[in-house]
């Protein structure tokens, strides 16, 4: 009973929290002519609700894995040493979805939004530039699986310390501050209003991921700590 309260730890605050961004999002997305377009044969409100479901699902999941498997060792009971590799394909595949979501989205809406082209396109190759950086400091220093949030499967990642190089040395939480920069791109390349608004919304949101999931985590498995 213990470990079923500890799985939905703060998971009230999460669906409060998630209930009002959903609420938000979709009013403003119901105002006349927001969701214009389509691209591929879909309209620009299919585009939406793929986006913004896929970032629900995505998180989703990753609070039911983090926590059935911190909790319980679900998943390695259920598949044993490949466990870890099944959650991050389906992690993987979620997290690529995202950003070919918005790029859909933000192509179908394009053009939408009246503004500097020039502060636009600034914007987005500073967002690169920052996401790139990330990328490499991940790689360099962090480590693949410690992003996809290996410390809940193996207790051996758990005595490694804090990692506080490369872009690390700004933030210890790099992975939501700059890595979801990547998602505001397609909507100041392509102008558009919609792909803007649900990068928004992915930005917010897995901040309640980190509030509500992650560091609850991180202070049960580091005594404390705090890291992506």
């Known amino acids: ?3 079923i309260k500890l799985i939905f730890e703060k998971q009230v605050l999460h669906a409060v929290l998630l209930a009002i961004l959903l ?77 070919i979501l918005i790029t859909g989205l933000a192509i179908s809406n394009r053009n939408s939004l009246d503004c500097s082209q020039l502060l636009f396109y600034g914007l987005a190759f500073i967002f690169t530039l920052l996401c790139a950086y990330l990328f490499y400091s991940v790689m360099k220093y962090f480590g693949l699986k410690r992003a996809l949030g290996i410390d809940h499967f193996d207790s051996s990642y758990r005595r490694q310390p804090l990692v506080r190089e490369g872009i ?3 933030s210890s939480n790099s992975m939501y501050v ?43 498995i580091y005594g404390g700590a705090s890291e992506e």
């Open 168 to 170: 690390f040395r700004f």
């Open 1 to 3: 009973m213990r470990d």
């Open 23 to 99: 609420v938000g999002v979709f009013a403003v997305a119901r105002t006349e002519g927001f969701l214009t377009g389509r691209f591929l044969g879909m309209s620009t409100a299919i585009w939406f609700y793929l986006a913004v479901a896929c970032a629900v699902l995505h998180q989703l999941y990753v609070w039911f894995c983090w926590r059935t498997e911190l909790h319980m060792s679900l998943i390695t009971r259920a598949f044993g040493e490949k466990g870890f590799t099944y959650y991050s394909i389906v992690f993987i595949v979620l997290l690529i979805l995202r950003p």
């Open 178 to 220: 700059f890595g979801f920069l990547l998602l505001w791109i397609p909507g100041l390349v392509c102008f558009s209003k919609a792909a803007l608004l649900v990068a928004l919304f992915n930005h917010i949101y897995v901040w309640v991921h980190y509030y509500c999931v992650e560091k609850p985590d991180m202070k049960r």
